[in-house]
């Protein structure tokens, strides 16, 4: 349920609650906001939805596939692809076929490869005589080409895409409709509603709240395989009850596999499982590429290791955490007891929040905990107890 309140404004010790525009003002339609979210994409929090797809580029505009033009098309520099679709909900048969329009986008692309999504865009901003990463280096200019087309491509032969749509008052029945493709499945995609409330300020200018509404995670239960073009439908073999994962946490460990190869990896997700069930560990996707195991207790949150994708293992605030709590012992312990265990030191040359465990003056790796996973377990517990404890009193 969504539990949204009305901005206030605040000026000289004054408030007043700002006045929504309405959907019939005629102040602004589809195009405006068409408009305006291809010109400010950082607009759409994307990364609430899907960390992977941060820093999207506008690429182009009403993006001709053969099921209808596309209104927004993003990319980031890691070559995932964002597809915008926007509506004003004051049409009733909008709303009601707003999904399939932007699913038909998305299985219309997954049947391209790079060199016909690449023409179709530069045709569709106008510009066919750039190359799409000369677009992409205006705002990179670091990037590696053929890890950017590989990307791009391997996305479109997956379907791996975030698909938003936008709008200014997104209803309730949107949201379930949301949760309904979210039950039944039908690409590798990320569907995000996100809501763009309007209101005007005493002085008669518009203020924008984008918020995310709804988001599913990523659909695996009936995929589409590509060959030589062909779309062909099949169901998944995977058990219907297990929690799939997001866009954003498959690419962190096929990354992350990469580095520390297929068996490591999944023993560390079979760890994670272990944590989650037995110590309610949450396995939390954040900045940077990291995946963080974090205990959130009813006054604070705790991080016991940040994990990179190159497999390094880091550590945030557990010693100032538990300096706050009253006692910076416990975090220090947990730091010196796991060095011990892998043969570490406690590094303390940082700021207190980035105290962390190093071996051989180096980040150790993900492997050198799973070596020692039990007693890592264990270590976690004894010190939730202990911060529970504390907590209490």
Known sequence: MKQHSTPIFLKDSKATVLEKVSLHSGIYNEAWIQELCFN????????????????MIPICKELAVPSGPIDLVYINDYGFITIGECKLWRNPEARRKVIGQILDYAKDLAKWDYTLFESACLKARGESSKSLLDVL?????DIEEHKFIDSVQSNLNKGRFLLAVIGDGIRENME????YIHQNGNLNFTLGLIELP????PSDELLVTPRVLAKTKEIERIIYRIDGGHVEEKSSTKNLGQESKTISEK??????????????????????????????????????????LNFKSPN?????ASVQE???????????????????????????????????????KYKEWQWCIKKDNKYPNISDFLDVKNNWKRLIAETIDQTSKLEDT
Do not use: C, M
């Open 251 to 292: 690419v962190f460990f096929e990354r992350l596999e990469n580095n520390i190869g297929k068996e490591r990896t999944d023993e560390f997700q079979k760890f994670i499982e272990e944590l989650k069930t037995e110590q309610s560990i949450i396995p939390k996707l954040g900045r940077g590429n990291r995946l963080s």
């Open 176 to 179: 379930e409709l949301a949760n």
């Open 40 to 55: 400010h994409p950082q607009l759409l929090p994307v990364e609430e939805i899907e960390p992977t797809f941060r820093g």
């Open 198 to 201: 309007i209101y005007k300020t």
């Open 300 to 304: 604070d949150t705790y991080n016991f």
């Open 137 to 141: 280096r205006g705002y990179y200019p």
């Open 310 to 348: 190159s497999g390094e293992v880091w550590f945030y605030g557990i010693v100032v955490k538990t300096e706050e709590l009253g006692d910076k012992k416990i975090g220090v312990n947990y730091l010196e007891n796991l060095a011990e265990l892998i043969n570490g030191d406690l590094y303390d």
